[in-house]
């Protein structure tokens, strides 16, 4: 059987519906039905089904699609989430885990508060398919809190899980503090201290971050505001040691924190090794009084040295050209600056019309200037009732610029156990920790500011966002070839571990080609999400009586199925 339009003249053609066959060794054809009053959709569908295939009707007049969500970096969120068994780790299967399990997702895939994540799963409004795939009802701002509540008690037990996955006796542990600034002033644990968020006359917090040696987060704590970096060791030593079980670890870190009192009040007592660094004037001692000769360094730019000052621990004195011309272009610039802004002083005492008068007055004017780039003490002052006049103390810049690109590394570890090379990289590794604050502060954590008020939900809040770069963490390992990141580090080039790394020949190549290696373009981390996000999942209703709504998932490109291959995550 087939459909034939037959012309008719000046009417529409005729739509029959014919058949063939033979008779006396002839083909014929006869007419079955008459079509032609039929929709010409519906004839088109007779047609196709009569050639054995398949009639598929006009999707618009036939369906509706009632909601599209964004689905494809929920999923793949969601399935790293559970890949590394993250889930496990919060605790048992229940309504609480599942809200934190939420609310990590959550805050990866759109940094909001609180109040906007509650409205993304809530029915009316959900912004993607976070709130189905995990069942979730509908709920408020409060159920979230109760979770947060939930997820802080459960720290204690979680960075445990954790510190066994990641930490073992001997290993490395980098520790370092940053601080966040608050919204408001009725957190107890909000202060003023150093920001290093440039935040003046806000009040802040700090917290401390806990990795392996290859950066993975694996505990945090948080501090008032006004703590001194030094002051945060002891609590630190009392997690490694009695929360986490662990007899003997290497603890890493900066100068600032890991001071001579510390390690000989708090680091030594616990039995722990140490790797740290001399701060500016015990390295200006340790030239003066001998003990480093700068002759060394025209050949070599790492010598280990021993001295009386520091007994029990070796030293590695390195110096690096490219960052001694760093710091000397930095002095001048500062230098410069300071100048500028003392001439202006210079000026208001000698104008003719209401000169600057008063020696209490220009010194304090001068005190401000000389103090913001620190450059006090490369300048003579000489301030008077009437005048004020200054000059450059040419000994004291010579003296600090014949320390610069000087470090020195100093560990507790004997030389059979770690070498004078492997200790400056282990030192170095602390740059890993900064990774993670950079991500945590600003490109795609955004856990500043800090909008709580209880000591508890900020605790709880800070705590979050460690789970959070920990699913990240893992995902940019999979994803690196994907990524600007360096996916094969192990091919980066050193002249000797005092000079700066370079990236692989890999890297290099994406970042110049902005291409990967099989041509697919190079993502950050989070515009790679945001490509992802454009796998939508399509909710679509028939239009017939009684057929059940159905659910369809936008097709990956070449690309995005790469990203989830790469994850282990299925759609």
Same mark, same amino acid.
């Given at each position: 059987m087939y459909i034939e339009a037959v012309p008719n003249r000046k009417s529409p053609?005729?739509?029959?519906?014919?058949?063939?066959?033979?008779?006396?060794?002839?083909?014929? $054809?006869? /007419?079955?039905?008459? @079509?032609? $009053?039929?929709?010409?959709?519906?004839?088109?569908?007779?047609?196709?089904?009569?050639?054995?295939?398949?009639?598929?009707? %006009? =999707?618009?007049?036939?369906?509706?699609?009632?909601?599209?969500?964004?689905?494809?970096?929920?999923?793949a969120l969601l399935g790293s989430l559970r890949k590394i068994g993250l889930d496990r780790c919060l605790g048992p299967p229940g309504p609480q885990r599942d809200l934190v399990v939420a609310l990590i997702v959550a805050r990866l895939a759109h940094p909001r508060s609180k109040l906007a994540t509650a409205r993304s799963l809530q029915a009316a409004t959900r912004t993607d398919s976070l709130a189905p795939l995990l069942g979730l009802p509908d709920l408020d701002e409060n159920r979230l809190d109760d979770a947060m509540d939930w997820l802080l008690q459960r720290q204690d037990a979680i960075e445990k899980r954790l510190a066994r996955r990641h930490l073992k006796e001997g290993s490395l542990v980098l520790y370092d503090l940053t601080s966040v600034y608050l919204e408001g002033r009725r957190c107890k644990l909000g202060k003023l201290g150093y920001s290093r968020d440039g935040k003046r006359g806000k009040l802040q917090i700090e917290f401390g971050l806990i990795c392996n040696r290859e950066g993975c987060p694996v505990a945090v704590q948080v501090f008032k505001g006004n703590t001194s970096d030094p002051a945060t060791v002891g609590p630190v030593i009392e997690k490694l040691r009695h929360r986490f079980g662990l007899s003997r670890v290497i603890?890493?870190?900066?100068?600032?924190?890991?001071?001579?009192? #510390? +390690?000989?009040?708090?680091?030594?007592?616990?039995? @722990? %090794?140490?790797?740290?660094? @001399?701060?500016g004037p015990a390295i200006r001692q340790l030239v003066e009084s001998g003990a480093v000769q700068m002759s060394l360094f025209d050949e070599i730019n790492l010598v280990e040295i021993r001295s009386d000052a520091y007994p029990d621990e070796?030293?590695?004195? !390195? *110096?690096?050209?490219?960052?001694?011309?760093?710091?000397?272009?930095?002095?001048?610039?500062?230098?410069? $600056? /300071?100048?500028?802004? @003392?001439?202006?002083?210079?000026?208001?005492?000698?104008?003719?019309?209401?000169?600057? #008068?008063?020696?209490?007055?220009?010194?304090?004017?001068?005190?401000?200037?000389?103090?913001?780039?620190?450059?006090?003490?490369?300048?003579?002052? %000489? +301030?008077?009732?009437?005048? =004020? /006049?200054?000059?450059?103390?040419?000994?004291?810049?010579a003296a600090e610029a014949a320390l610069d690109g000087l470090y020195v590394i100093r560990t507790s570890l004997p030389a059979e156990e770690m070498g004078a090379e492997a200790t400056v990289r282990a030192y170095k590794g602390l740059s890993v920790v900064e990774?993670? =604050?950079?991500?945590?502060? /600003?490109?795609?954590?955004?856990? *500043?500011?800090?909008?709580?008020?209880?000591?508890?939900?900020?605790?709880?809040?800070?705590?979050? !966002?460690?789970?959070?770069?920990?699913?990240?963490?893992?995902?940019?390992?999979?994803?690196?070839?994907?990524? =600007?990141?360096?996916?094969?580090?192990?091919?980066?080039?050193?002249?000797?571990?005092?000079?700066?790394?370079?990236?692989?020949r890999a890297a290099q190549q994406k970042a110049r080609s902005k291409r990967t290696a099989d041509g697919q373009p190079v993502h950050s981390f989070r515009t790679l999400l945001e490509d992802l996000a454009t796998i939508v999942r399509n909710q679509v209703v028939p239009k017939i009586p009684g057929a059940r709504p159905f659910t369809i998932v936008t097709r990956p490109t070449p690309l995005q199925q790469q990203a989830l291959d790469r994850l282990g995550v299925r759609l």
């Open positions: 053609p005729a739509v029959l519906l014919r058949e063939s066959y033979r008779q006396d060794g002839k083909v014929k $054809k006869r /007419t079955l039905a008459n @079509l032609s $009053k039929w929709p010409p959709e519906l004839v088109e569908g007779f047609r196709i089904l009569l050639k054995k295939g398949t009639a598929v009707p %006009d =999707f618009e007049s036939s369906f509706d699609i009632v909601r599209s969500q964004p689905h494809g970096h929920i999923a603890l890493v870190g900066d100068r600032g924190m890991l001071t001579q009192a #510390r +390690i000989r009040e708090e680091v030594q007592p616990s039995g @722990l %090794d140490w790797i740290s660094a @001399l701060r070796r030293l590695m004195v !390195c *110096r690096n050209p490219l960052l001694a011309r760093q710091r000397t272009r930095k002095r001048q610039e500062m230098l410069s $600056k /300071t100048e500028e802004l @003392l001439d202006e002083i210079v000026a208001a005492t000698r104008r003719d019309r209401r000169p600057y #008068r008063g020696r209490e007055r220009i010194a304090l004017r001068v005190g401000k200037v000389v103090n913001k780039y620190k450059m006090a003490k490369h300048f003579e002052l %000489d +301030i008077t009732e009437e005048s =004020f /006049t200054y000059e450059r103390n040419n000994e004291s810049i990774q993670a =604050f950079r991500s945590y502060k /600003t490109v795609d954590l955004k856990v *500043r500011p800090i909008y709580h008020w209880s000591n508890d939900r900020v605790r709880a809040h800070v705590f979050l !966002c460690l789970l959070v770069y920990y699913v990240e963490w893992h995902m940019r390992r999979r994803l690196a070839p994907l990524l =600007f990141d360096d996916s094969d580090p192990a091919g980066a080039s050193r002249s000797s571990v005092v000079a700066p790394a370079e990236v692989s």
